[in-house]
């Protein structure tokens, strides 16, 4: 959880909000020669200086099946406001076109008794279709030319009637927000209007801005109040990622499941408006999914520096197993190494990767890997994993912990080295794996790999050797990939691979995407 809980009752209203500060962690994507990397930055937010602003959370969608995801979100969306409230954000309900059913409410007699400021940027009150060249011209990576409604024809058809028989305008059955959300008619702000939401900001010396609700691809992005005139007009805005939906059909380009257009979405955000953060950053827990979303959710625990994997890993997950996954990326923090802030996500896992090298967690964060592999759930280890919780036979600083029996008891390997960097690595698909689905499209003939070959000698039981490799002509051979199986019933796969190199040949690509989808079935 990232808010800081308060240590003493008596101490001042100064120290109280800055204890009570957002710790967050925002996403985004940097851009490099026109290719695009995953980043993290975190910053701390002071809840009095921050809005959330609550996008066309209507009671109605003339898409059922966007009027149903919108119910999903609106209990989740209704702590996140709670929470934020609570500890002295402003919250502004964005009903679009909507506001006239609260002209006597206290909330928006509020918002528009706020005093014109000076600063009103120029055409703050008009819809931005796009931030900039740039994002113009990389367009959106969803078609959502037909409107983006994703119905089954007769369940549509019969929600139009259904519309129709209250009185509705089937194509625009909105009249107000959601009952789902809460409005405080002592402390918040009704609006859709440009002018009178900046009015509002400024008055309360808003820095930072959160945008939650939908649609991403439309109205989040570009109503006058949405990310695009935010961003450009110099507030620190953020998108609540999983707070969110898009209008995307899977019958047009690029044919993906409804939830990944949103994630395609969510990434052009990323790329070319504003970072994200998640839901769980103000409430703890684990970030919102719709049960509908039925990709399992696969956990990154990165902590290395040798071999880059806080780039490559994360890359290869969004590019060969979003289709399947739900992907969170934890780093270990840049201040303190042997921290893993959101270390918790591993909870509700339903895989867990890890290329860390050489931490001392602690305790409570290697308590909750501890408790995920002795669930019987699966894992996967790339390169320095083998060695990922030990500190040569260091001690382990106070209130840390190491877990030395890590790499033969759940990885099922035994390293004690690797041969020289200089000396060339090949590998080749081992006659006992030659069948195995993980080597399904994988070259069984030998190929170069990226750095050295680690000494890996001897396994543990249960383990199925899929890859041999050698450094030269130097004896004996060493398993590069295998599979295991822990005491508790653990699916494991291991790969001493992992260089920035490897990452750039198709084998291994193909061989850890492979086993990321056989571990999980």
């Known amino acids: 959880m990232f808010m800081k809980p308060t240590l003493l009752v008596t101490i001042c209203v100064a120290l109280v909000a800055n204890a009570c500060a957002y710790d967050l962690i925002l996403r985004h994507r940097l851009e490099s020669k026109g290719k695009f990397s995953l980043a993290e930055k975190r910053e701390t937010w ?58 006597d409410h206290p909330a928006r007699t509020r918002a528009l008794a ?22 113009e011209n990389a367009q959106y990576p969803i078609d959502h030319s037909d409107g983006g409604e994703d119905d089954d024809p007769k369940e549509h058809a019969d929600w139009a009637k259904e519309l129709e028989s209250k009185g509705l305008n089937p194509r625009a059955p909105w009249t107000r927000q959601t009952a789902g959300l809460t409005i405080d008619p002592e402390k918040d702000a009704i609006t859709d209007e440009g002018v009178v939401t900046w009015n509002w900001l400024e008055q309360h010396k808003i820095k930072n801005v959160i945008l939650l609700g939908v649609h991403t691809n439309m109205c989040v992005l570009g109503r006058p109040f949405g990310l695009r005139q935010m961003a450009k007009n110099g507030k620190n805005v953020v998108l609540m990622r999983d707070m969110t939906d898009t209008m995307y059909n899977p019958k047009m380009p690029p044919y993906v499941s409804h939830y990944r257009g949103t994630d395609l979405i969510i990434e052009h955000v990323e790329k070319f408006v504003c970072p994200t953060i998640t839901s769980d950053q103000l409430l703890g827990g684990a970030p919102f999914h719709f049960k509908d ?38 780093h270990a923090s840049p201040e303190k190494r042997n921290e893993f802030p959101g270390i918790e996500a591993v909870s509700e896992a339903d895989l867990l990767g890890i290329s860390i090298r050489r931490r001392s967690l602690p305790e409570a964060q290697l308590n909750l890997v501890r408790t995920y592999v002795s669930s019987g759930k699966p894992i996967f280890g790339i390169r320095t994993a083998s060695h990922a919780f030990s500190l040569r036979g ?25 041969h020289g960097n200089k000396v060339a690595t090949f590998a080749w698909a081992a ?70 190199k490897d990452f750039e040949n198709s084998a291994f690509v193909t061989m850890l995407g492979n086993a990321c989808r056989w571990l999980v079935k």
């Open 46 to 103: 002071q809840p009095e200086e921050t809005a959330i602003i609550v996008c066309d959370m209507w009671d109605a969608h003339h898409c059922l099946n966007a009027t149903r995801r919108g119910g999903e979100l609106a209990p989740r969306m209704n702590a996140v406001l709670k929470a934020a409230r609570e500890q002295g954000s402003l919250i502004i309900h964005a009903p679009s076109s909507c506001v006239g059913f609260y002209k």
């Open 431 to 500: 006659e006992s794996g030659n069948s195995h689905p993980i080597l399904k499209g994988v070259t069984r003939n030998e190929y170069p790999t990226g750095g050295s070959l680690y000494q890996v000698l001897p396994l543990s039981r249960n383990t199925q050797v899929l890859l041999v490799g050698r450094a030269g002509d130097i004896l004996p051979h060493e398993p590069v990939a295998w599979t295991h199986e822990t005491q508790s019933g653990s699916k494991v796969f291991y790969t001493s691979l992992g260089h920035v």
């Open 293 to 330: 979303d039925s990709r399992k959710d696969l956990v990154l625990l990165i902590g290395e520096k040798e071999y880059e994997t806080k780039e490559t890993l994360p890359a290869f997950a969004e590019k060969h197993l979003a289709k399947d996954f739900r992907i969170h990326t934890i």
């Open 394 to 418: 260091d001690p382990a600083p106070a209130g840390h912990a190491l877990w030395e029996r890590f790499d033969g008891a759940i990885l099922g390997g035994h390293y004690t080295g690797h």
């Open 114 to 135: 706020a005093p014109k400021v000076s600063n009103v940027p120029k055409g703050i009150e008009e819809w931005l279709n796009w931030i900039d060249e740039r994002e």
